[in-house]
């Protein structure tokens, strides 16, 4: 058999495997003092990235979201980077200098409307030509409130209902404009056809109703993203997602997930390959195992400095604990549970008791200093090896429904994935499991997704019915 | 270039300012929201050495009546959001200031102002800003958050009589521009210091609360978005009355007026004289640029622009009505009537071309090379951000120095 066909028969047994990237926010992944490490305020590093897993041939680069700069004892936390821009407005620069990757924003649906929301995702469809996506989480937080009219508005029970509500209107307004009503026929004065975009909506939390300005995008809804564990979490991605993004990047537990969320599914009518689940991974590359070994171990304590070590500490005991010696045993005080030491980040925010006392029972079991215990229940890195024992890694964990694929957040701003796209991605291409060149134009072609369902409830206030000679 | 340099800015919007524009020779229709067709507009006007160009923004579906919907079918209809398509343009250009339009009545201050300084960031020091309240009732429907006034056909007959009955919200939207500047300020230059012996990337001091507390909303700060490589992106107003003339002294770097002659144009730059007296700014600190609107079109055969002119309006089925004065003729008659009105105190003129691309083109390839001949206008760009083409300082952090010096507070 001639290899080509060898190739191809490989090929359509196995699952491919998705790509995104992310460049790196508030956390504590970017190891911002290595001499390598660039701004990631400009513009030039998005590029950098961006062009660089277009290389690639990813799917899609993702930006997360802060409303509020992170504040630690009542002042702006300062040991990680600090300082983002607007997600939307970045994105709409890189469809400018890319032509294929995926463009999605972190989008909070508690501090910003409908309508506005639903607009700017159509506009950065338009200008990316259908690469547009959407992460869409939701607040609690009346920290984050304090920037906005709003405010702290929202009960946390709302959360879940809130953003499905928000979410139902966005389609609702995608779903205004179909595809044929922009005629724009100079001859005959027609610009659109009568009543498109017209809208109305009525429900627990919105009350809208006119014309939606924004005609129907390339890819009519951008890709819906949603990322949560819980319970609610995992339902609202299963009946309202295209993409979820997991924390779960260990294959046991990965493979937990993904069979409950995968599972979830055709309860809401769905196919297995209608959600992709992606877990946040990173990779530390090294023309052998044992110097990527040795690489990860010292990013590892770059990102996990003295003061980072104590600081996590504080944010789960509730108090100030910067009299003790990173270096020295946990704190022999207990965790003031009520008390909130680390404002903006939900990480720290449940169950601070219960994980006080699993910390404690580590530390004491393995002889582990505070900065050590960090360092463990920090999680390490995901991939860590030569390029090919990390594709080998990608790929099983892929294979063996761990996920659909990754999205690779890596700890240096701009340059930080360039081993992985360089070394790691030509090995995934030739075990047949990663694209060589897009085949498709727009995000819900790189990620296998069919176009939306329209909405086709009656519209209130109601528009001319075209006829089926006028549709077609 | 000898005396004064003339600014020229172009506002871009949809197939140009005549409704019937879409149905001109030339026209794209069929591709306004596309990226093609706006970097083949913006590099044209880029090309033509323009100090910028302005992106409307009419938030809600567009309509030929100022204060209400309409069902009419043969105008353009749908719309980008102005932010967005500016920043798309950013990395197609490298000199020409990319000036948005936003409404303030119905979104975010905290979002605009991070969307205002990111535009900054992605260009690199070329964003300006037109925040915009919402005149249309229908509008506040969209959202579903609060009612506006709704205006009536007496109202719109008179700028004065409109402006009084929206004054709360040109008050709101006042308060809007003030958020974004404090916001612009709420990190200090030099706030990033990735000081690796102290584990510290930013110095906490360095980043401000703005705590305002205004009568519509409050917002706390800081900013997420570092200080904007121009400290402050350029803002920018359209007014016609004296609360938006007052509204531009109070926030604005730079306003549209609409003279339709030399003596209108000193009669309203004596208005808005008053008003930055009334609001007590010190121009010689913080100036404030004047430029009139006029909406263009031009070719190069005497009568030509005019014919062109009438053909639309027949399309149309009416004439072209406009705030601005309509100019038709030839790039040297519009010459003469720029150097003759810039007399009465004006910075420059914001040209609405009348047809897209035709009067674009005939702007950067007629107008600019007469008014180049006639020693007005600049042959290269001499600067990189929006603020150097206009003359206009680099502004310090309000909340800049204040360790020290705890009254220092400028409010420019």
Known sequence: ?????????????????????????????????????????????????????ERGKFDFFFLAEGLRPREHKGQVYDLDVVGRPENLTVLSALAAVTTHLGLAATVNATFNEPYDVARRLATLDHLSGGRAAWNVVTSFDAFTGENFRRGGFLAESDRYTRAAEFLDVARTLWDSWRDGDVRADPKAGDFLLPGAGRFAHRGPHFDVSGRFSAPRGPQGHPVIIQAGESDQGREFAASDADVIFSKYNRLDEARDFYRDVKGRLAGHGRAEHELKILPTATAVIADTDEEAAAYADEITRAQVSPQTAIAHLEAVWGRDLSAYDPDGPLPDVEPEAESLVLEGHSVFRKGRGETARRWRKLAEERGLSIRELIIEVGGGQTFVGSPRTVADAIDHFVQSDGADGFVFVPHLTPGGLDDLVDRVVPLLQEKGVFRQEYTGTTLRDHLGLNAPARDTRPVPGERP??????AS | MTGTPLHLAVALDGAGWHPAAWRAEGARPGELLTAAYWADLVTEAERGLLDFVTLEDPLGLQSAAFHRPDERTDQVRGSLDAVLLAAHLAPLTTHIGLVPTTNVTHTEPFHLAIGIAT??????????WRPQISARAADAALFGRRTTPQLTEEDVRDPELI???????????????????????SWEDDAEIRDAATGRFIDRDKLHHIDFEGTYFSVKGPSITPRPPQGRPVVTSLAHASTPYEFAAGGSDLVYVTPHDHAGAEAILAQVGEAVERIGRNEREWPLKKFADLLVFLDDEPGAAARRKSRLDELNGGELASDAEIFTG??????????????????????????LPHDLAAITRGLVPELQRRGVFRTAYDATTLRGHLGLRRPDSRYAHRHDRPSAVPSA
Do not use: C, Y
């Not at chain 1, 019915?465 to 006028?470: A, F, I, N, Q, T």
């Not at chain 2, 402006?163 to 300020?185: I, K, Q, S, T």
């Open chain 1, 1 to 53: 058999m001639p290899a080509a066909g060898k190739k191809a028969e490989a090929q359509a047994g196995k699952k491919q495997v998705h790509l995104a990237a992310q460049l790196p926010g508030i956390h504590n992944v970017t190891v911002w003092s290595d001499s390598r490490s660039r701004s990631q305020i400009a513009i030039d590093s998005f590029i950098r990235l961006a062009q660089t897993v």
């Open chain 2, 119 to 128: 535009l900054d960031h992605a260009s690199k020091g070329r964003a300006g």
């Open chain 2, 330 to 355: 030839t790039p040297g008659d519009l010459a003469d009537l720029l150097l003759s009105w810039r007399t009465a105190g004006l910075d420059g003129f914001r040209l609405r071309p009348g047809t």
């Open chain 2, 163 to 185: 402006a009084a009955r929206l004054r709360p919200l040109f008050a709101e939207a006042a308060d809007v521009v003030e958020v974004a500047r404090r916001l612009w300020d």
């Open chain 1, 465 to 470: 019915v075209r006829s089926e000679k006028e």
